[in-house]
């Protein structure tokens, strides 16, 4: 039941800025950009989750469509002026779209969008900026959340599973809220730990492997046997953890079971909440590159394959009950049957 087109998700590190071709120009002829510039979230390229999505969808449209790209790391402590300035760069220097992988770009989106109207901007995980020729980039993560849930609910031993999100904001709300309610779709009485890393980025909540993996040590310690996290880098400590303690971890965003630098600890991911963050990046460079440049908001759901749950793991397809299970709760939510919660 993946969906074939969140199969994106690649391995990523390198140097804090790369510049991976000339551009110029596509086979269609109606493109004359440099490329795509992408100016990466906390825990920058090689999270093995969010950002990396990110990279691979701008890696699949560089290939396909003979068009250059470069990319930005984020820098620890950074104010709003210096995502200004990584977004004028990439803008000045003729990359277009230019892309604001997470939420907190939406400042900078919004105020250089207006400096440079003949450029396509895109942000992730916002919907918040309102112009021409800016496109939000949001997805229902709540029903990825939910069939997590449901899978996390139906593998558990102990009906005790837990949640770690990386900062206590609504978007990761959702990831929790979701989680919740498939879990108690199976089972109503179910025990859910729950802890939020920090309460700001700032603080390191989606950077700090360290964090997640102390979070996750003291919900095992507890009981559980399931961990499902919504927490970019950090969620590698999660997964160390549940690798370590032999219980199932859920990984998110990308899927972390075919991450290669995750790779000693991908049996017990039992599988992964997915986010087509790198469709969503293709999707939008590709209607520049179409001379027809998308704009307002865009919303990936289950039904559009925007959001799902990956099945990599062939230990988690032996467990027919679980899939079923997920399968089925995957249907209720496009079909309208269930609607998940947001909080």
Known sequence: MAVAALAL??????????????????ESGKYSGKGIGLAYDVGGKGDQS???AAFAGMEKAEKEFKIGGRDIEPQDGESNADKVQRLEQLAKSGYDPVVGVGFVYAPAVKEVA????????????DNTVEASNVVDLVFHEEQASYLAGVAAAKATKKNHIGFVGGVDIPLIHKFEAGFDQGARSVD???????????????????????????????????GADVVYHAAGL??????????????????????????????????????????????????????VVDGKPLTGEVRGDLKSGGVGFADSNPK?????????AVDKAEQDIISGKVTVDTN
């Not at 690649?10 to 991976?20: E, L, P, R």
């Not at 989606?206 to 997640?212: E, H, Q, T, Y």
């Open 9 to 26: 998700a690649a391995a990523g590190c390198g140097k804090s800025s790369t510049d991976s071709g000339s551009g110029g120009s596509s």
């Open 50 to 52: 969010f950002n990396d």
């Open 114 to 125: 207006a400096k440079y109207p003949k450029t396509t901007f895109g942000i992730i995980d």
């Open 188 to 222: 109503p009485k179910i025990k859910i730990e729950s802890q939020y890393l920090t309460q700001t980025a700032q603080e390191g909540g989606f950077a700090s492997p360290d964090k997640g993996k102390d979070a996750a040590n003291a919900q095992i310690e507890k």
């Open 234 to 287: 950090s969620g590698q400590g999660v997964i160390q953890s549940a690798a370590a303690h032999h219980v199932w971890a859920i990984g998110v965003d990308s899927d972390q079971y075919q991450q290669a630098a995750l790779a000693q600890y991908k049996d017990w991911i039992l599988g992964s909440a997915l986010k087509n963050v790198g469709g969503a990046v293709y999707d939008l460079t590709k209607s």
């Open 316 to 324: 988690y397809r032996a467990m027919k009950d679980v899939v079923a």
